[in-house]
């Protein structure tokens, strides 16, 4: 019997590799066929990503809305600010524009100005029939005239839904069917139909329209991540390669990399396939990022070839000690990488859970690829030329381990009061940062998408959906006069906020009914009194054309009304405190023994979602360090250690957090990201130089400062390759047109950058300054795993 992960484990590895290299490769490309397959069960995500957790009670509240009043998201509006647009021949094309949209299934009703309606009093019968505004066609300027006064100085229940009588600005409002929404039926729409007739509209009649709401804008997000995924897999490889062969000089070596990081991507697409996940914004990530991780793999196990190859002359011999020697520390490093993003799988949202899963298997993925095909191609090809070796000799390398010897011999006060006051500097920075849930932050901002959510919010003041729902535990309560005026206190509430639009809800009906009943005189847009109620109601009641404007805001035992508003998109702190006024608001104006208002909506549940992640996430880094602590101390079996192994990569996480603050980069979800998986990563290169660092202390009998420099001799190259090809790797993301994306890259770039110098530096410098309590025989006991197994100049024919 061997122990797992002992010297005869990878004995008998290496020979089981070496010796069935042929049945191994065929074994690969089956498996690599095999989940190719499964990539038609990919697909990209037609719903919104949910922040959330299905049980959250958030969620509850707001999936209790869809049932009473069905889904909200489904609006969508054009528009156009262009006084051209009221001449005869435009808006005749405008008007017949809109209304060719009820052609298609997929839409459930258009509200344009060509459709709206006038209550008109009748008084003979006793109720309000309605007349359009516009009957036929416009014929004449006249008929224009008369139309903008009407519209812009009469009625008011239209104002800022479907025009702003200030700016003149013109939108008609399409309703997606409810059903249709989350399906792709809401793509082929929006990309096949919707857009090819607004840029047809356009050309014709030289109109710059205007497109948002929540189905147009997911379409158009959805379509950049798709774009981005390609774009980041090729300037992943085109910027990792050049890297790798700017290393090496080696057009042999740099392709069996691509060979191996291809093959890794394509088993990741797999694994998301036989999973059945959605493409989403995380999961659209990983592809790039086991380029970026798996290269580094190849770093180390090439390296150590050439380095074998060129201090013994022996192919088959270097091969062996590529894997029993490099294997075990690899392992144990992706394994580390790998837990760093299995962390968010013990997060209940759903998005990070998948993110979690697919990330952390695909790394442990990507290291059995590179352990089997590097060394099994390395077979069949011929022993390296001179010039594949050169790099090993180059002086700058050399020169650049000479300096960081150097400074940890000469100027290790030096780099303790760096540490001292950058910790210092950091944590004042720390202080500094803001948390943010926008929504369109960390979108495409030059996209013309993000440009139309602008514009409509400069017009009508958002596009986010928020909602009130009204229980008021009776049927038929919502009628109610009393009702109605609590109502409209809260209505009054939302218009004076400037983040909010005017609401729309049974209020501005009952108002309208007023005016009708008054003929129309906008003075009379207001709720009626007591004593005008049962006159109106009456109206109202025998008007069978109310009936479907009322289904849009009160439900059919008249228990639940709704108040809907749309929001500016603003940061999370600013939502805090418009969700409190207008909270307080509620328990001020419905009594709690009488009413249930409950807040939901689009816009409170991605506020609501961004704090949930950031409070998951913050745990999720915890149980990150923990969890590598854990494996530290098992591998060196050693506390002291930990502490030690600790410092230098916590380091680096608080200056980056405190570079976030200074430089304004808020806590959202893709940016609080940064923590787990740069910190998943940099203890990497700890685990490299404590290992070689134990195995150097047992070969020089115990001697600290010779046992710390050979580490930092034999370390520092491959730790500097890797790290630079980590750190041009992951800014690769930097080239997104998605905000949060660009900061991820940025961020854990900047991160892996300290995290090597922290290493290379500090961690050296802590050993020789400690090393009477940790540099013993007793503090460092015999490994539960030998990550670098002692060197041995036996060899074995694995071609046998």
């Known amino acids: 019997m061997f122990k797992l992960f002992s010297k005869d484990f990878w ?24 989940l190719s397959t499964q990539w038609d069960n990919m697909r990209f995500s037609n719903t919104e990503a949910n922040l959330l957790p299905d049980d959250h009670e958030e969620n509850i509240t707001y999936n209790n809305f869809l049932k009473t009043f069905g889904e909200e998201g489904n609006l969508i509006i054009i528009g156009v600010k262009d006084s051209s647009l009221f001449e005869v021949k435009k808006l005749n094309a405008w008007n017949k524009f809109c209304n060719e949209f009820n052609n298609y299934d997929e839409v459930e009703s258009v509200i344009s100005i060509k459709e709206l309606q006038k209550l008109i009093k009748n008084t003979s019968e006793e109720k309000f029939n309605l007349e359009p505004f516009i009957k036929d ?23 800022n839904f479907l025009f702003n009588s200030k700016t003149k600005t013109i939108r008609t409002a399409i309703y997606f069917e409810k059903s249709l929404v989350n399906t792709s039926a809401r793509k082929e729409f929006v990309l096949n139909v919707l857009e090819p007739k607004i840029k047809s509209f356009e050309t ?42 700017f290393f090496f000089r080696s057009f042999r070596a740099t392709f069996i990399s691509l060979i191996v990081v291809c093959i890794g991507v394509m088993w990741t697409l797999g694994i998301i396939g036989i999973l059945n996940y959605e493409i989403t914004v995380l999961t659209a990530l990983i592809p790039p990022l086991i380029i970026v ?19 013994h002359g022996n192919k088959v011999k270097s091969l062996q000690r590529v894997i029993t020697k490099i294997g075990n520390a690899t392992l144990m490093t992706n394994v580390t990488t790998a837990s760093g993003f299995a ?85 004042i920075g720390i202080y500094q940062i803001k948390t943010s849930g926008n929504l369109i932050e960390d979108m495409p901002q030059e996209s013309p998408f993000v440009n139309d959510i602008r514009f409509f919010e400069e017009e009508f003041n958002g596009i986010m959906p928020l909602e009130f729902m009204i229980d008021t535990k009776r049927k038929k309560g919502v009628m109610k006069l009393s009702t109605l005026k609590r109502m409209n206190e809260l209505e009054d509430l939302i218009i004076e906020i400037p983040e909010l639009s005017r609401p729309i809800s049974v209020v501005s009906l009952v108002k309208y009914s007023k005016q009708a009943y008054y003929n129309g005189n906008p003075k009379f847009y207001q709720l009626p009194s007591s004593q005008e ?37 603003v940061g999370t702190d600013k939502m805090e405190r418009i969700e409190e006024n207008l909270q307080n608001k ?24 961004t704090k949930y992640l950031v409070k998951n996430l913050a745990i999720s880094l915890s149980l990150a360090i923990l969890l590598i602590s854990l494996f530290m101390a098992y591998m060196f079996r050693s506390g002291r250690m930990i502490i030690v192994s600790l410092i230098p990569n916590l380091l680096p996480l608080l200056v980056t957090a405190g570079l976030m603050g200074y430089i304004g980069v808020p806590i959202k979800p893709s940016t609080i990201l940064v923590f787990s998986i740069a910190f998943g990563i940099s203890v990497d290169d700890t685990i490299h130089f404590l290992a070689k660092y134990r195995q150097e202390l047992q070969a020089n009998n115990w001697k600290i400062k010779v046992s710390v420099y050979g580490a930092l001799r034999e370390t520092g190259v491959s730790m500097f390759y890797t790290s630079i090809v980590l750190f041009f790797g992951f800014s690769v993301f930097t080239i997104s047109s998605f905000g949060g994306t660009v900061a991820l890259g940025a961020l854990v770039s900047a991160t892996l950058l300290f995290a090597m110098l922290s290493n290379l ?40």
């Open 137 to 159: 066609s416009i014929t004449s300027i006249a008929q224009i005239e008369k139309l903008q006064k009407e519209l812009f100085n009469q009625y008011p229940f239209y104002d």
């Open 293 to 311: 991780i798996g290269i580094p793999n190849c770093i180390f196990l090439i390296n150590k070839y050439q380095h074998e190859v060129k201090l």
């Open 343 to 427: 962390t968010f799988i013990l997060t209940e949202s759903k998005l990070l859970k998948e993110f979690g899963i697919v990330a952390s298997l695909s790394i442990l993925a990507i290291f059995i690829l590179c352990l089997l095909i590097i060394p099994i191609i390395y077979t069949f090809l011929p022993f390296p030329k001179d010039r594949h070796l050169e790099h090993l000799n180059k002086r700058w390398i050399g020169g650049f381990v000479n300096w960081m010897e150097w400074m940890v011999k000469q100027k290790r006060i030096a780099i303790y009061a760096t540490s001292v006051i950058l910790l210092i500097v950091s944590i």
């Open 586 to 609: 509620i328990d001020k104006v419905f009594p709690k023994e009488r009413y249930s208002v409950t807040m939901t909506g689009k816009a409170l549940m991605f506020q609501k979602g």
């Open 11 to 34: 004995d008998i590895t290496a020979r089981l590799i070496l010796r069935n290299k042929i049945i191994i490769l065929i074994g690969i490309i089956i498996a690599t066929y095999l």
């Open 761 to 800: 530096l500090l961690l050296p410098s802590l050993l020789l300054s400690l090393e009477r309590s940790i540099a013993n025989k007793e503090v460092l006991k015999e490994p539960s795993i030998n990550i670098i197994p002692e060197e041995d100049d036996s060899e074995e024919d694995f071609n046998k």
């Open 533 to 569: 109620n049962s006159f109106i109601l009456s109206y109202a009641k025998n008007s069978s054309s109310n009936v479907d404007l009322l289904n849009n805001f009160v439900d059919s035992t008249s228990q639940y009304a709704r108040i809907t508003t749309f929001m500016k998109d």
């Open 204 to 245: 014709d009649y030289n109109l710059d329209v205007r497109v948002s709401g929540m189905p147009y804008i997911r379409t158009k997000n959805s379509e950049n991540i798709i774009g981005e995924i390609s774009k980041f897999v090729l300037a992943a490889l085109i910027v990792t390669s050049l890297i790798f062969f």
